[in-house]
């Protein structure tokens, strides 16, 4: 690595590397493409920014380097990364993203860019534009490549790598390696190099991970007594659908000044101000569904709640790392909300991470009640209310 990274590295604080970092930043310097597997706040960001970083001729304006991400906050995110890691150098980042004015990422085009961040969507308009060309792309990664694919970017990505110069090389990071993403190494990488450090649980150093089994409709009470109990620095809570997300909200909003909501109906001037808040420490509780999770980088979050079940096993390696983070001294949290019925996603969610959840229990709350009959959504909401308290300290 050339001396003038290793100086910014020094400059802002870097003393040793992750282990994604010590394993595939040493592959990815040699010019060879490399896949890297590990688990959501890593360090995966810099584990390929620095080497990309290290590709760049500065003495040219053309882009040199594309980044394709799965959600406009990651694509900022790692924008932000690669400004931090080259305040010694004069290299030009442009963010790509839908949700933003195109007029201003036309601009910044024109005037030319080292490295373009951005989503693939946004990335293929610029191209038809004209006004973004690859073929002097040396270097392409795909962040988060299984959240890509999982969101429907596959012929997008495809389209876009048809552009770039078949001479170059190819970085792919995810934190779970499905089938689809190993169909799309093939066909996109020369013989990669494989750096995974996914095989020894879901961040068990630095996570505590729990469950609780309760029925649907004490889930809000539940939810509730756990606040008060654990007083988290900052709480992130995962549902699965908007419907469900809005409402929830909207029910803690009555008790709690600092919860805000996070799902993909929110505009995006909307968005980028909740993730200012949350990040600035003024929101205590953000409230978010999988569309959005995967953009969600905070190292202050204590807390991960997962007030319904995620759907797929991979979803739960990503909402659990969310907390825990490298930079932090503190292990973080995060609790599993399991109806009676979701046992089998449950045992999925075990298998997937090699590990047995010990269960998380609150008075009232140890073990299921009598199946109730169908309840109508009236009856389902009044039932909720019963298990509504008064008041409850989640402040501190």
Do not use: W
């Not at 004209?130 to 970017?153: C, Q, S, W």
């Not at 093939?186 to 150093?205: A, T």
């Not at 609790?335 to 045992?347: A, K, P, S, W, Y």
């Amino acid at each position: 690595m050339s001396q003038l990274s290793l100086k910014t590295i020094e400059s802002i604080g870097f003393e040793f590397p992750s282990p994604i970092q010590a394993a595939f930043i040493p592959l990815a310097l040699t010019g060879t493409d490399c896949t890297g597997q590990a688990h959501t706040g890593t360090g995966k960001t810099a584990a390929f920014v620095l080497p990309i970083l290290e590709r760049i001729d500065l003495t040219s304006s053309q882009t040199q380097a594309l980044v394709l991400a799965p959600t406009r906050e990651l694509s900022e995110q790692v924008a932000t990364e690669a400004k931090r890691l080259s305040l010694n150098h004069e290299c030009r980042t442009a963010v790509l993203v839908g949700g933003r004015p195109i007029g201003p990422q036309i601009d910044k085009l024109k005037k030319g860019v080292h490295i373009a961040v951005g989503t693939p969507g946004r990335v293929i308009d610029l191209i038809n534009r004209r006004v973004l060309n690859l073929g002097n792309v040396k270097i392409v990664t795909l962040d988060e490549a299984d959240r890509m694919l999982d969101i429907g970017f596959r012929p997008d990505i495809e389209k876009i790598m048809r552009r770039c110069p078949s001479e170059r090389q190819t970085l792919l990071l995810s934190a779970t390696m499905p089938p689809p993403v190993e169909r799309l190494a093939k066909r996109f990488m020369r013989d990669p190099q494989r750096v995974d450090l996914s095989q020894d649980g879901i961040g068990v150093s630095t996570i505590d991970q729990f469950f609780s089994t309760v029925d649907e409709d004490r889930k809000f009470g539940l939810l509730v007594r756990l606040l008060a109990k654990e007083k988290p620095q900052q709480a992130l809570v995962f549902t699965r659908t908007k419907r469900g997300s809005e409402r929830l909200h909207q029910r803690l909003a009555r008790k709690l000044p600092d919860v805000a909501l996070m799902n993909g109906d929110l505009p995006q001037s909307k968005r980028d101000r909740v993730m200012r808040n949350f990040r600035s420490g003024k929101l205590r509780m953000l409230i978010a569904t999988d569309v959005v999770g995967r953009g969600i980088d905070v190292s202050g979050i204590s807390h991960i709640v997962n007030y319904d079940i995620p759907e797929y096993c991979d979803d739960y390696v990503h909402r659990v790392g969310r907390t825990g983070r490298m930079s932090s001294d503190e292990r973080g949290c995060a609790i599993t909300f399991v109806t009676r019925e979701q046992g089998d996603q449950l045992t999925g969610i075990e298998m997937r991470i090699n590990t047995m959840l010990p269960e998380y229990t609150i008075d009232g709350y140890e073990s299921y009640r009598p199946q109730a009959p169908r309840q109508t959504l009236e009856e389902f909401e009044k039932a909720q209310r019963t298990e509504e308290p008064e008041e409850f300290a989640f402040a501190i």
